[in-house]
């Protein structure tokens, strides 16, 4: 790949997943310590989600580097291994931990009754550990020898990077074949392992657990309508449209939050699927570096859809900012006096 093209990508990379590294990294931020804050919210549920949010948290961090896996760069092997699979591990985390924050409101609507029983409620840890514990050791099997990296070309790479440690000569320490980029260290079935063995069918199983609660709550209105029926008629029909107004919203903010968030990822893993079928040889690399930092992106904003729909979480931000408006109006008096 030409230095200029490679410049050229690289900016386009930075220019979009930096605003979006910056808004997922501070969003999350504003909730961590909304939910530090209050000691109400010192249990187990807000736990897995604040555990959700540090991992996102770390996603955000590294959203400006999962694209650009895909560029061909002089690195030595090491350093190869580390920028690959240290933000693979940190966005399987992230999967991971959602897949846990729904499954566990999962449980509590599905068997309120016999939620403090359930294996996440009773073994919190082992529950935390598991959705932090399996991404790690998967992306860490790159490292342990599932790569496409050649023992002869790790050696030739190792005795360059100590002939320019000793002469201080730059040296270019791989050639065209041997060059950095998530072939050497990915291998096609350890990628379509990852996509059709871990991604899609967390996709999944959220959907299935949201299309599910969905269906509770549905049935549970139904039977609140007919107790409603059995009262006054008036107020009862008043009190059935809220409450199916309530329950359409709901529903209307479900599909939003996947047609926001999950339909560019998706649309993103098959483009990516399609690409790598192409042995890396896109004839838009532009289209795939965009729909690479929106797919994520978009994905990353979950955790914090998630947390506006608690106010205890966002009430210490709402109090500065109340407090922050106060001051200033209070300058503007001044001033004006």
Request: aromatic share 12%; proline share 5%.
């Amino acid at each position: 790949m030409e230095s200029d093209e490679l410049e050229a990508r690289e900016w386009l990379i930075s220019c979009i997943t930096i605003p979006l590294s910056t808004a997922i990294i501070l969003a999350n931020l504003v909730i961590i310590v909304g939910i530090l804050y209050n000691r109400q919210l010192h249990n187990t549920p807000n736990y897995f989600f604040l555990s959700l949010l540090v991992a996102d948290l770390c996603t955000g961090v590294a959203l400006p580097f999962i694209p650009r896996m895909a560029l061909e760069r002089s690195l030595n092997f090491h350093t190869c291994l580390l920028v690959h699979t240290f933000p693979n591990f940190l966005f399987l985390s992230y999967l991971f931990n959602l897949v846990m924050v729904h499954y566990e409101r999962y449980l509590c609507i599905v068997s309120p009754l016999h939620y403090s029983q359930c294996w996440v409620h009773r073994c919190f840890p082992v529950a935390l550990l598991a959705a932090w514990v399996p991404p790690l050791l998967y992306a860490s099997l790159p490292a342990f020898g599932w790569n496409e990296w050649s023992q002869d070309e790790v050696n030739v790479n190792g005795t360059l990077n100590q002939t320019v440690g000793v002469t201080g000569c730059a040296v270019d320490p791989l050639d065209d074949n041997g060059m950095c980029s998530y072939r050497k260290v990915f291998p096609t079935a350890y990628i379509y392992l990852e996509v059709y063995g871990l991604l899609l069918p967390a996709i999944f199983l959220i959907a299935g657990m949201t299309g599910r609660v969905l269906w509770i709550t549905r049935k549970q209105l139904r039977d609140i309508c007919k107790l409603h029926r059995a009262g006054v008629r008036d107020q009862a029909s008043v009190g059935e449209q809220r409450l199916n107004v309530r329950y359409a919203k709901c529903v209307a903010a479900v599909s939003l939050v996947f047609l926001l968030c999950w339909v560019p990822y998706v649309i993103y893993v098959n483009v990516t699927l399609k690409w790598l079928k192409a042995d890396g040889k896109s004839q838009n690399s532009t289209t795939h570096i965009i729909l690479c930092c929106t797919g994520i992106g978009s994905m990353a904003i979950i955790p914090f859809i998630l947390g506006l729909a608690n106010r205890q979480y966002t009430d210490p931000a709402r109090k500065v900012l109340l407090k922050l408006q106060d001051c200033w109006h209070g300058m503007r008096d001044c001033t004006d006096m």
